[in-house]
């Protein structure tokens, strides 16, 4: 399905004389009349915009290749439910005429920075635009994390992890461990323990202006830290993680102006009357 998708784009591209580009890792599933670059940092320098050809995990590892420049991600939906992606397969042709023409809005996502401190020196940096989790990694025990919040202790966390998600992830991994759905157009983060032990541990909104602080208690089994599920590190005792709203957001083309709400009915029923069978 996607390199079907992907020789109609060129087609388009040919018969509408647009100059389109395609990443070197396609270069086997495209014909050789294709434009395809030589390496990943020239696409990235010819490119005014990329496109996601997939569900919203494409479109995730698209905005990480852009290193959250700001450069745009048209996403097109050959996934499930698709909520970062606002192009459908059977409308390629016509949603990129509309694109190309002018006929489209760009929406700024916020995305989270968080740098992991060890032994009192930064040793890695991630940026997330859905979330950032730690989770126990090969033992059932449960692990126990310290949070702060703009240098106001919160709680220790303990549990099988914790979320940080922002809005843009309050639909994803949050959404499917309690946590609430949050309007992408607010800044904040989303704190979501994943299956905590005490049930007073619950989800907490706090702003985005205030540095969150987590740090590994020394008496936990091994621990994962992810970043949009693309990115992995494994942590140590003592480990902190430092997150903070980025000064980079993600770019998102959209096409259509339909509501948040509008998107949250489409796309994953909410609301839904099955008593008055509202379709």
């Known amino acids: 399905?996607?390199?079907?998708?992907l020789e109609r784009i060129r087609s388009w591209a040919q018969?509408?004389?647009?100059?389109?580009?395609?990443?070197?890792?396609?270069?086997?599933?495209?014909?050789?009349?294709?434009?395809?670059?030589?390496s990943e940092e020239e696409f990235l320098e010819k490119s005014e915009a990329l496109v996601?050809?997939?569900g919203d995990g494409t479109f995730l590892s698209v905005v990480h290749m852009t290193q959250f420049s700001g450069k745009p991600v048209i996403g097109v939906n050959l996934g499930g439910i698709g909520f970062l992606t606002d192009i459908n397969n059977d409308s390629v042709e016509e949603n990129l005429h509309q694109i190309h023409t002018g006929h489209y809005f760009v929406t700024r996502r916020m995305v989270m920075k968080a740098a992991l401190i060890r032994g009192?020196?930064?040793?890695?940096?991630?940026?997330?635009l859905n979330d950032l989790y730690l989770y126990r990694a090969h033992s059932p025990k449960i692990i126990t994390l310290g949070a702060w919040s703009g240098g106001h202790f919160i709680a220790y966390f303990r549990g099988d992890g914790l979320i940080i998600a922002t809005?843009?992830?309050?639909?994803?991994?949050?959404?499917?461990?309690g946590g609430p759905i949050v309007d992408p157009s607010i800044e904040a983060f989303l704190l979501t323990p994943i299956c905590p032990h005490s049930l007073t541990e619950?989800?907490?909104l706090l702003p985005s202006g205030k540095e969150i602080r987590l740090q590994v208690d020394k008496s936990n089994p091994a621990i994962v830290m992810s970043a949009d599920g693309i990115y992995t590190h494994a942590l140590q005792a003592g480990d902190e993680i430092r997150i903070t709203a980025s000064s980079n957001g993600a770019a998102l083309v959209q096409i259509s102006e339909r509501s948040y709400f509008e998107l949250l009915r489409t796309k994953l029923d909410w609301g839904r009357d099955l008593k008055r069978g509202d379709a």
């Open 1 to 5: 399905q996607a390199t079907g998708c």
């Open 52 to 54: 996601s050809v997939g």
């Open 167 to 177: 809005p843009s992830g309050s639909t994803a991994y949050s959404l499917a461990a």
């Open 120 to 128: 009192g020196e930064e040793i890695a940096t991630f940026h997330a």
């Open 15 to 38: 018969r509408e004389n647009v100059k389109v580009y395609f990443h070197p890792l396609l270069a086997d599933v495209l014909p050789a009349c294709a434009d395809i670059l030589t």
């Open 202 to 204: 619950r989800p907490m």
